[in-house]
């Protein structure tokens, strides 16, 4: 029984491997690729999992412009905001959204996929997501991977 060991290893912030990673949003679909993209700031994919730790990847998108909506989702998905006044209640179509800036579809994306707390409040600042292929995270010198790849 010397050789096997049966403890549990919970990762705290020290003990966290955490990773550069770029995913190129060309052509994918937009939930498809914010559930894998969620999963990688969160790290469901690695064996040290901790749900209440912060051991995911820092992630950073490029060609968000080029993301993919099925159906009419174009026209019929709405996204609604509230200014906090009576009568305050402001909506935007996904078109209407892109047309001002093409990231903020995935952040919403994303974000709507982190817990609803503090821990999903810092785990949503490892996400950068730029409309272009050009990034300005080129010292962290991130691994591109391909979603497609991934469970």
């Known amino acids: 029984m010397n050789t096997l060991s049966y403890k549990t290893v919970s990762a705290n912030k020290a003990t966290a491997s955490k990773e550069w990673v770029l995913v190129d949003a060309d052509g994918q679909t937009l939930g498809r690729l914010a559930s894998k993209i969620a999963k990688l700031i969160r790290g469901k994919h690695k064996p040290n999992f901790t749900p209440h730790v912060d051991c995911g990847d820092n992630v950073v998108v490029i060609n968000a412009e080029k993301i993919i909506l099925t159906g009419k989702k174009w026209t019929d998905k ?47 600042r490892n996400l950068y997501v730029y409309a272009g292929t050009e990034h300005k995270h080129d010292a962290q010198s991130p691994k591109a991977i391909n979603l497609n790849d991934l469970k």
Do not use: C, W
Request: glycine share 10%; net charge positive; aromatic share 8%.
């Open 78 to 124: 709405s996204y609604i905001r509230h200014t906090g006044y009576p009568g305050g209640q402001r909506s935007l179509t996904a078109t209407e959204m892109f047309e001002k800036d093409p990231t903020r579809l995935v952040e919403k994306a994303v974000k709507g996929m982190l817990p609803k707390n503090i821990l999903g409040s810092a785990l949503f």
